[in-house]
Every structure is written in structure tokens, then in C-alpha cells.
């Protein structure tokens, strides 16, 4: 699985458009305050963004990397899938209108 989504490298005006996520954490004790609640639990997910799919198939380095959070709140952290990560993610405005390929 991957995602299609053209994302700037920072500082350099080039561009990046082959994105995968490479690994995820979960930490179920971690808590955060939303609305006056307490959540448990976060998952982070990294997002590493090639060139195109050759780059990374050829083991080049990723041209960037975006970190994202979701909490239980978000996504439900029992038993997830790529799937379901993968939604998430195309959820953020970085992968906004991001395509499976």
C-alpha cells in the first residue's frame, strides 16, 4: 500500500509524491485533553516520502518525512490495520486528496 500525493521537500521547492507509511507506535498509556475529557491512548505514524516509486524500490533515501498523531479519539488503536492507518492518514491536510496506488 501507498499513497499518491505530491508534498513539497521543506526548503528546497521540490517534490516528492510516493508516500508510505514505514512504522507506527502505540502508546496505550499516553493520555491527551480534548473538550475536557482525557483520551487514552497514541498512536504515532511516520510517512516517508520518495521521489517516486523507483526511488524507493532502488532503497534511496525518502526526500521527506511527515509525523503524525491520532489518538483513540481518532482511530481505534486495538487491533489496527494498514487499512485503517492509511485512512487516517488521508485524513490530515498534508495527504488531503491523496490516492491509493
Given at each position: 500500500m501507498a499513497l499518491l500525493k505530491l508534498l513539497e521537500i521543506p526548503g528546497t521547492g521540490m517534490f516528492a509524491d510516493y508516500c508510505r507509511i514505514t512504522h507506527v507506535a502505540v502508546d496505550f498509556?499516553?493520555?491527551r485533553e480534548f473538550e475536557g475529557q482525557t483520551i487514552y491512548g497514541l498512536a504515532e505514524v511516520i510517512v516517508h516520502a520518495y521521489a517516486d516509486e523507483a526511488a524507493r524500490i532502488a532503497g534511496?533515501?525518502?526526500?521527506?518525512?511527515?509525523?503524525?498523531?491520532?489518538?483513540?479519539?481518532?482511530i481505534p488503536l486495538d487491533g489496527l490495520s494498514r487499512a485503517v492507518l492509511y485512512e487516517a492518514v488521508r485524513s490530515t491536510p498534508d495527504f488531503k486528496d491523496a490516492q491509493d496506488i
Open positions: 498509556t499516553a493520555t534511496k533515501a525518502p526526500a521527506t518525512v511527515r509525523r503524525l498523531e491520532f489518538t483513540s479519539a481518532d
